[in-house]
């Protein structure tokens, strides 16, 4: 009897080729690229099984460009190799050169830690192989696909898809050799995906339209997160089975909560799925919305993994990180993709469980701490005399401080300022200013911090703070 195998596969590229030229000056064709490769993800590895007439329970997990698939023998596994290796070059036709499959095999046979290393290896060997070809040293710039203009449209709001070698993109809306539904509930004929948009009308409303939906500075902007250390708590499995169940869950709650919280009024037209994935997610809409979007779905993964993940040792993820980078309405999505690409590698660098937000890294205490000085700023700037002034002289103050290169002398002088100007705002005439010096006070202690050794200690919530409320009263 021939042993089990285990075939692990991933779609490489897929950033890339999104914001390849033309989509770095359409956000249509880059949303649609997006698209298509989260529908390709899943509907891959479904047809890899029709086309070996095996049943859609040998699917282990899928998502992310990422799959794992149970075969019963190696007869199978050489099919599935070829099959592969003919998706591949479409891609790689499709896309000009830029996406590509890389995928391994192995016996199901021994420790699931060393089953898993095989797999791993053989992925990378596979991956790395791509050096190996003529002209990869060369500069790339990522240019127009020869298919490009044949991209699948409507993916977003498309009720089924088709799978065929024929489709230039391999996927399309109408036709197809094997065919699936595409909706909210998982079956065995039907693949659940996580699409939501904002509306205008009946089409998907722009970037430009949810900017003018903010509260405050009409901008826009990517919130995208990860669960930190995923990999590192997959590879802590100890068996397939568990593997495949964890994969699952993960998948399952971050695209279901996803979804969820898109439903509620807050969010509804205000903010669009970009993806939703095991581990990752990312989303675009109003900056203002995008804010809440972030807060409330970091307390929901808290509570989901102190409940869920109780069980498991280690704090292997079991928290997000998250970055979220703010564009005006003309700013190209792709460009805005890629800087916040950037920012969340520097959230991820800095900190676990953290949030990127304004050129700061807040820990989600610091974060709760800034929205609450937020709403003291904003009502010193809307309700007392002479609150605007004060709230500029701040953000000077916290401007000079960062400038850095500052002697201890200097710390002393901005510390004497900022006492200065405080005392400009001492008259006391009625209740309403004996409110707002209490006011002035808690935000002075709050976000200025204290001198120590002659150095003024500066808190980073209460820069995030000051640039929020003016992004809310502008």
């Known amino acids: 009897m021939s042993a089990q195998i285990l075939l692990q596969g991933r779609i490489l590229g897929v950033d890339e080729f999104a914001v390849a030229t033309p989509a770095d000056r359409d956000n249509r064709i880059f949303d649609a690229r997006l698209q298509w490769a989260a529908i390709l993800g899943e509907v891959l590895p479904r047809a890899l099984l029709a086309d070996l007439k095996l049943p859609p329970l040998m699917l282990g997990s899928s998502g992310g460009g990422r799959f794992l698939l149970i075969l019963p023998d190696g007869e199978r596994a050489e099919a599935a190799a070829a099959f592969l290796k003919r998706a591949s070059d479409a891609l790689l036709a499709f896309t000009n050169g830029i996406v590509r499959i890389a995928w391994s095999w192995t016996e199901n046979l021994g420790d699931w830690t060393v089953v898993r290393k095989r797999l791993r290896d053989g992925a990378r060997q596979a991956a790395e192989a791509v050096a190996t070809t003529p002209g990869f040293f060369e500069p790339f710039t990522p240019v127009l696909p020869q298919g490009g203009d044949r991209m699948p449209r409507g993916l977003r709001d498309a009720t089924a898809i088709g799978f065929s070698f024929d489709f230039p993109a391999l996927i399309a809306l109408e036709g197809g050799e094997y065919r699936w539904d595409l909706g909210r509930q998982a079956s065995v004929d039907n693949i659940t995906l996580t699409r939501h948009a904002a509306r205008n009308g009946d089409a998907v409303a722009s970037a430009k339209e949810l900017a003018k939906r903010a509260k405050g500075e009409k901008l826009w902007g990517i919130l995208r997160g990860g669960i930190d250390d995923f990999d590192t708590r997959m590879r802590k499995a100890q068996s397939v089975e568990e593997h495949v169940q964890l994969s699952i869950l993960y998948k399952q709650f971050l695209a279901g909560e996803i979804e969820l919280m898109c439903s509620t009024g ?7 799925v970009l993806r939703a994935e095991n581990a990752e997610f990312a989303v675009f809409g ?6 809440g979007f972030a807060r409330e779905l970091q307390r929901v993964f808290a509570a989901f993994a102190g409940d869920s993940l109780k069980d498991l040792a280690g704090g292997e993820a079991k928290s997000l990180t998250m970055a979220l980078t703010l564009a005006e309405p003309a700013e190209p999505m792709a460009r805005i993709w890629e800087d916040n690409a950037r920012d969340l590698e520097i959230a991820k660098s800095s900190d676990k469980d953290c949030l990127y937000l304004l050129g700061r890294v807040l820990e989600w205490k610091q974060m709760a ?18 609150g605007q002034q004060f709230l500029a002289q701040l953000r000077t103050l916290y401007r000079k401080v960062e400038t850095g290169g500052l002697t201890p002398t200097d710390h ?10 405080q005392r400009r705002f001492a008259n006391v005439a009625s209740r309403k200013e004996r409110e707002f010096q209490k006011l002035r006070a808690h935000l002075m202690k709050e976000l200025a911090g204290r001198n120590l050794r002659g150095k003024l200690k500066i808190r980073p919530e209460g820069l995030v703070a000051l640039e929020w409320a003016r992004l809310a009263t502008n």
């Open 286 to 291: 109003s900056w203002d919305a995008l804010l």
């Open 369 to 386: 701490d800034a929205a609450e000085l937020t709403e003291a700023v904003v009502q010193i700037a809307a309700d007392f005399r002479g």
């Open 266 to 272: 807050d969010y509804f037209q205000r903010v669009t």
């Open 412 to 421: 002393e002088r901005i510390a004497s300022r900022a006492l200065r100007f």
